[in-house]
């Protein structure tokens, strides 16, 4: 039996590695701007985060991914967090919401809206949060998780920050895909 067609939810692709980035446009950013893939040209490295404002495993990363940004953004990277949860579904993830916990938290990297969810789907993002690093060509070089734990004092293994250092350092990733977890992106 098929669904009718407003119940049925898009498929998501899947981006590969060596993929470049699909093209985003317009995005309203926290400040106010809105915000395209062309906003970031000047970025060496981009990483993309899907994140949104309820996930405990989002709130547990939050710091780190600030901390990620100020290690890494006078090497010229740069982290833009893109909120693609449904804000009917996901009362929390209203944009009203997104500019109130972003001012809460201090975050010192863009935070977008992606209101319909289209930029997620074409990403592949299924969960926050969900890492993706591109290179100054804008392909993919990594995909998953930020680290290895949800609790920041049982980090083992930053991945994130160990992609970031290996592109740095001009050589490719020592592991270019995790599996990440967290909250399923509302749909």
Same mark, same amino acid.
């Given at each position: 039996?098929?669904?009718?067609?407003?119940?049925?939810?898009?498929?998501?692709?899947?981006?590969?590695?060596?993929?470049?980035? #699909?093209?985003?446009?317009?995005?309203?950013? @926290?400040?106010?701007?809105?915000?395209? $893939? %062309?906003?970031? =040209?000047?970025? *060496?490295?981009?990483?993309?985060?899907?994140?949104?404002?309820?996930?405990?495993?989002?709130?547990?990363?939050?710091?780190?991914?600030?901390?990620?940004?100020?290690?890494?953004? #006078?090497?010229?990277?740069?982290?833009?967090? @893109?909120?693609?949860?449904?804000?009917? $579904? %996901?009362?929390? =993830?209203?944009? *009203?919401?997104?500019?109130?916990?972003?001012?809460?938290?201090?975050?010192?990297?863009?935070?977008?809206?992606?209101?319909?969810?289209?930029?997620?789907?074409?990403?592949?993002?299924?969960?926050?949060?969900?890492?993706?690093?591109?290179?100054?060509?804008?392909?993919?070089?990594?995909?998953?998780?930020?680290?290895?734990?949800?609790?920041?004092?049982?980090?083992?293994?930053?991945?994130?920050?160990?992609?970031?250092?290996?592109?740095?350092?001009?050589?490719?990733?020592?592991?270019?895909?995790?599996?990440?977890?967290?909250?399923?992106?509302?749909?």
């Amino acid at each position: 039996m098929e669904l009718p067609t407003a119940v049925r939810t898009p498929a998501v692709a899947l981006l590969e590695l060596g993929q470049r980035a #699909p093209e985003f446009r317009d995005l309203l950013g @926290i400040d106010g701007r809105r915000l395209s $893939l %062309s906003s970031f =040209d000047d970025a *060496p490295l981009l990483v993309i985060i899907f994140s949104c404002n309820g996930c405990p495993t989002v709130k547990a990363s939050e710091d780190r991914i600030i901390a990620l940004q100020v290690a890494n953004g #006078p090497l010229g990277v740069q982290i833009v967090a @893109i909120n693609s949860n449904n804000s009917y $579904l %996901s009362p929390a =993830d209203t944009y *009203p919401e997104m500019v109130k916990r972003a001012r809460e938290k201090g975050f010192n990297f863009p935070f977008v809206k992606d209101d319909d969810g289209s930029v997620g789907r074409a990403f592949g993002a299924i969960s926050t949060p969900h890492a993706f690093l591109f290179d100054r060509d804008r392909r993919l070089r990594y995909k998953g998780r930020i680290d290895d734990s949800r609790d920041p004092a049982r980090v083992t293994v930053r991945d994130l920050q160990n992609a970031i250092d290996d592109l740095l350092a001009g050589r490719p990733p020592r592991v270019a895909e995790t599996k990440p977890f967290g909250c399923a992106i509302v749909r």
